[in-house]
């Protein structure tokens, strides 16, 4: 009845495409839609639009074998047993869930649904909304199972982790738990069942408590910095063979298109009654200004040049969405004579290289701490800021 096995919407992305290509690999047939006709021709011609580990030999299988179409006609959709979206729910610019992108979607979509099929939520969402996807789908006479089977990868490491990681798998009916189960199945044994708002606060409660946990290691930094303490020194002190401290995270920017957003999302479905979450946030969120004003504290900044070294939004990876590297650049540019910013994945206009960036910087800032810049001698006459002691000497602003 059904043409591929899967269809994956949001399927060029960072967590749809990666999981396209597992499945694949698994033996699924897997269209992968989404709407970027450049990207799709990218893909197609073998080549990964974003870094991800592992993925370009199994990309260049998947397309060879016909396990993987790629298609920017939403018509697919019919023609899926198993539609996985890949649209999370946002925050709006007052920091409350926005609602509005997978309405709009669903809708646009709504014609290509067909009974029979098993619907599969892939992204973050507040709690509540697989059932009221669910309650959409009847309301609208569409027949179909809805599961939620959020993703639990780190970026750049998809294609490892989808068949190292238990899957949690969770929908309305038994039916659909069966189907989705066996979907993934094929990535993994692992599979761990919740009710649907115990899956959706899962994938929230995961992300919050990393967020946490970087939080507390920032306000760790904060505290001995001001106090003229290496907190490097300290760290290695509490983490050295002392299992109970191990999973204290380095201090450095807590970013990227999650973890605020997620941290938030869980504070609204509480009523707003989440200190730790908005106390994470404040951390995270006001280490860039932490940084400027100290080094406002011991440097005429104002005549001086800062360069920033990565503007991704962790290491190793060309992913700048929510990077704080950015609002660092925007602190700097108020603050310190001239800007220069560089990223070794990453290629705007106005970046520099690293050679220019050292060059013409009296202050360097490592943003992102790609592996790229370990290598780097820096000349004795710079200043060099590494928050994430990424050269071993430790750090005091």
Not at 16 to 25: M, T, V
Not at 67 to 85: E, F, Y
Request: proline share 4%; with cysteine; aromatic share 12%.
């Amino acid at each position: 009845m059904f043409q591929y096995d899967v269809v994956v919407i949001g399927g060029f992305g960072h967590v749809g495409l990666p999981l396209a290509i597992s499945l694949a690999d698994a033996g699924k047939r897997v269209c992968a839609l989404d709407i970027n006709r450049d990207v799709m021709d990218k893909i197609n011609h073998g080549e990964m639009p974003f870094i991800e580990y592992g993925a370009d030999k199994i990309l260049r299988k998947v397309l060879k074998n016909k396990r993987l179409s790629l298609s920017i006609d939403a018509g697919v959709i019919s023609l899926g047993q198993a539609v996985i979206i890949v649209i999370g729910t946002p925050v709006d610019e007052h920091l409350n869930p926005e609602f509005e992108l997978i309405r709009k979607t669903m809708e646009s979509y709504k014609k290509y649904f067909v009974n029979g099929q098993l619907i599969i939520l892939r992204s973050t969402v507040y709690p509540g909304t697989t059932d009221m996807i669910s309650r959409w789908f009847k309301d609208n006479d569409i027949n179909v199972d809805v599961a939620f089977c959020p993703e639990r990868i780190a970026e750049g490491y998809a294609i490892k982790e989808l068949r190292e990681l238990p899957q949690i798998v969770s929908a309305v009916t038994d039916r659909g738990f069966k189907k989705a189960k066996e979907l993934f199945f094929d990535l993994t044994t692992d599979i761990i069942r919740l009710k649907p708002v115990e899956a959706e606060l899962a994938k929230l409660f995961t992300n919050v408590w990393r967020y946490i946990k970087f939080a507390t290691a920032n306000q760790f930094f904060i505290i001995a910095n001001d106090h003229k303490a290496n907190f490097y020194k300290i760290y290695e002190a509490m983490t050295y063979n002392y299992p109970r401290s191990k999973d204290l995270p380095r201090p450095g920017f807590a970013a990227g298109p999650c973890l605020f957003k997620d941290a938030m999302q869980l504070a609204a479905f509480n009523n707003n009654n989440f200190y730790l979450g908005h106390a994470a946030m404040l951390l995270n969120e006001g280490l860039p200004n932490y940084i400027v004003n100290r080094l406002k504290i011991s440097h005429k900044l104002r005549e001086m040049s800062v360069g920033i070294l990565g503007m991704a939004f962790k290491a190793d990876v060309d992913d700048k969405r929510e990077s704080l590297s950015y609002k660092l650049k925007k602190i700097l540019s108020f603050e310190a004579k001239k800007v220069f910013v560089s990223d070794v994945y990453i290629k705007e206009n106005d970046f520099v290289s690293q050679y220019e960036l050292i060059k013409k910087s009296d202050i360097i800032i490592i943003a992102s701490p790609h592996k790229e810049y370990k290598k780097i001698k820096f000349p004795k006459n710079k200043i060099v800021v590494d928050i994430w002691n990424i050269y071993g000497l430790g750090c005091i602003i």
